[in-house]
């Protein structure tokens, strides 16, 4: 029958997801980037929205938040998967208001004027079923998915404009992003480039081979020789894991290093992100508590290897993703186009 | 009819002494506006504005200001959807009071979003005496967190002390400091978090005198400043610096009334620019300064 089948085999791929995020953490699993976790997560999302059982708006958003809960708890770290979770549940309210043929899609936000002007309980249960919702939703979300395979060309189109002949450019680890921005522009500039190894896991070294593929000048220096290099460099351009709702970043270890030396030299700092990446969270007071993995080569020593950074707000010049550049005081505006504020918290 | 609303205005705050004094000054105006015998809506909001004058006449605070403005605001809007009178006035009756309902959950809202930056063990640094403040304290305590906290004593009303004792009643571990030990204390200090009178257009605030000294001495340690403040507080200036925030908010109502040379006095409140500020919480969600214009022209325009 095909209504058990594709159940099962949704609740089987759904597990095998899960189970690779949480491998994928461990460090044992493939070793996936954000932009594939992105992808899959909302080719999985567009699946259950086909499959799973549900006759309104409000049982799908449940679902899909029940689902999106267990996804999280599987992978903290990735916080792409919340992302997606949180843009498919947006592109459900409005979907489900377009039906309703309410004009006001602005209106789902809090705001002064909302509380002066309310003439009710504003509460939308979504219990209201449409036939017309689901195609709506996929077809959404198919819009989605071509928006995710674009982002990288997207950031790497607006390379001319920021990188000039003769420039030296910093960076740190290894971004795809932040490689691809950079054999963009290789193509019609020359310049240098100097990679941060990025110790322990060095993806330094691998983005420094694939540079130098390109045809880029490229030097490898160790993490302590950030600052002493930093006063010949002209730009710092970095990709991070996460940008928060504050315009703050959490980025692979050794970018706050790299952004205290951008600005006591008064270096701009790029930050290439996609809008993926932007994450309703806010930097709390963490002790960096979140950040760490232990790791015990002897008995009588611990070692902590902090995996992440935070990058404060002020130290970040310019953010540059697949709809433009943006200044960090601007991104509070970005989340709310993306997000709606109850799904902040899934 | 004025000593009929001051009367009505200081009994609201009497009543209910927790309840912030902009939600007192709305309540009296939708008060008012139930007793008013205009036959217009011009008349009405002319009588209106002559009532809010009248309370800031009274308690020359920036949220009363604030409360006041907005209640203008809300008449205007809802008056041009109903043109007639008396079907207008029933609608602003009603949403007079469901809006009173919803800005009097707002410091739980607030709470519930502050809460969380507090972590175990933190020691927090707080000035003067703020309701928003200790109900988002009262919040985290009855998460069963452990913190500590500085208050600062605040002259010349002492108000700190009032704060203290409000804490202490929480069990939290309180400690009552000099004004002028902000600095010296500050290095054993985690999160510094303050309520606010008004939230400017900036982004910035204007709180009891002393919070300016408190926020440029956080940046300089480095450590975050949080304010706390409800939505109906924000308000329409855009001060540049100390000199430019108006002295009717600067000053208690009853000195503006008597005194003659304002340059002896000195002044109850300062102003804090958005820069030294790290985030907001307010019950419309955790902004950044920046984002602070952003609502007040949704509103306003």
């Not at chain 2, 909001?45 to 907005?70: F, I, N, P």
């Not at chain 2, 002492?158 to 929480?170: P, V, Y």
């Not at chain 2, 600095?183 to 709180?207: F, P, R």
């Not at chain 2, 006095?265 to 952003?294: C, K, N, Q, R």
Request: net charge neutral; glycine share 6%.
């Amino acid at each position: 029958m095909p209504g058990p089948d594709k159940e099962t085999d949704l609740t089987e791929r759904i597990e095998a997801f899960l189970f690779d995020l949480n491998r994928g953490g461990s460090g044992a699993g493939p070793l996936r980037g954000s932009a594939e976790t992105a992808r899959e997560t909302t080719a999985l999302l567009r699946r259950i929205t086909a499959q799973a059982r549900w006759s309104s708006a409000g049982d799908l958003m449940e679902i899909i938040r029940n689902e999106g809960r267990r996804m999280t708890a599987a992978q903290p770290s990735e916080t792409t998967v919340g992302n997606m979770i949180r843009r498919v549940l947006k592109i459900i309210r409005e979907e489900y208001a377009r039906s309703r043929g309410s004009s006001e899609e602005a209106d789902q936000q809090e705001s002064l004027h909302k509380l002066l002007t309310s003439g009710g309980v504003s509460d939308e249960n979504f219990r209201q079923p449409f036939a017309a919702l689901k195609p709506n939703v996929i077809e959404a979300i198919n819009e989605l998915l071509t928006e995710l395979e674009g982002t990288t060309d997207n950031i790497a189109m607006q390379a001319l404009e920021h990188i000039h002949s003769n420039e030296v450019i910093m960076t740190i680890g290894r971004s795809r992003t932040v490689e691809a921005f950079l054999k963009d522009a290789a193509r019609k500039r020359k310049f240098h480039v100097i990679v941060a190894e990025c110790a322990p896991f060095c993806q330094g070294h691998e983005m420094a081979t694939s540079l130098s593929k390109a045809g880029i000048e490229t030097t490898v220096i160790t993490d302590a020789a950030i600052f002493a290099v930093m006063s010949r460099v002209n730009k710092v351009i970095i990709g991070t894991q996460t940008v928060l709702a504050n315009g703050g970043l959490r980025a692979v270890n050794g970018t706050h290093t790299l952004a205290l030396a951008a600005k006591h030299h008064s270096t701009p700092l790029i930050v290439c992100a996609p809008m993926f990446k932007l994450s309703p969270q806010v930097r709390r007071l963490s002790f960096l508590s979140d950040f760490y993995r232990y790791c015990e080569i002897l008995s009588k020593v611990n070692v902590h290897c902090p995996v992440f950074d935070y990058v404060p707000p002020e130290l970040i010049t310019l953010f540059i993703s697949n709809i433009g550049g943006h200044a960090p005081s601007y991104i509070y505006r970005l989340m709310s186009e993306l997000y709606h504020p109850e799904d902040h918290e899934l | 009819r004025e000593k009929q609303l001051v009367e009505y205005f200081r009994a609201q705050m009497r009543k209910d002494p927790d309840m912030a004094s902009a939600v007192a000054a709305i309540r009296t105006l939708l008060e008012f506006l139930k007793r008013d015998k205009g036959e217009t809506i011009l008349g009405l909001r002319e009588s209106l504005k002559w009532a809010t004058d009248c309370l800031t006449g009274e308690d020359s605070s920036v949220a009363v200001s604030s409360g006041g403005e907005l209640f203008l605001r809300f008449i205007s809007l809802t008056s041009l959807e109903h043109q007639d009178l008396s079907r207008c006035k029933k609608v602003m009756e009603e949403r007079g009071e469901l809006f009173l309902e919803k800005i009097s959950m707002s410091r739980t809202k607030v709470a519930k979003l502050c809460h969380t930056f507090i972590k175990d063990g933190a020691k927090i640094l707080t000035h003067s005496y703020s309701r928003v403040v200790l109900r988002v304290l009262e919040k985290a305590a009855a998460e069963k967190k452990r913190f500590s906290v500085y208050v600062t004593e605040s002259q010349p009303d002492s108000a700190g002390r009032q704060m203290a004792e409000a804490l202490r009643k929480l069990n939290v571990p309180v400690t009552v400091v000099l004004d002028a030990a902000v600095g010296y204390v500050l290095e054993k200090v985690d999160l510094v978090i303050v309520g606010a009178e008004g939230v400017v257009e900036s982004g910035g605030i204007i709180n009891k005198i002393g919070t300016y000294q408190m926020a440029v001495c956080s940046k300089a340690h480095n450590k975050p400043f949080y304010v706390v403040a409800e939505s109906f507080k924000f308000v329409r200036l855009y001060p540049l610096n100390q000199q430019d925030v108006p002295d009717k908010f600067k000053y208690k109502a009853d000195t503006l009334k008597t005194v003659q040379n304002l340059s002896e006095e000195h002044p109850m409140i300062d102003y804090t620019p958005p820069s030294l500020i790290t985030l907001l919480f307010t019950d419309l969600g955790v902004l950044t300064p920046s984002a602070v214009s952003d609502e007040l022209i949704k509103l306003y325009l």
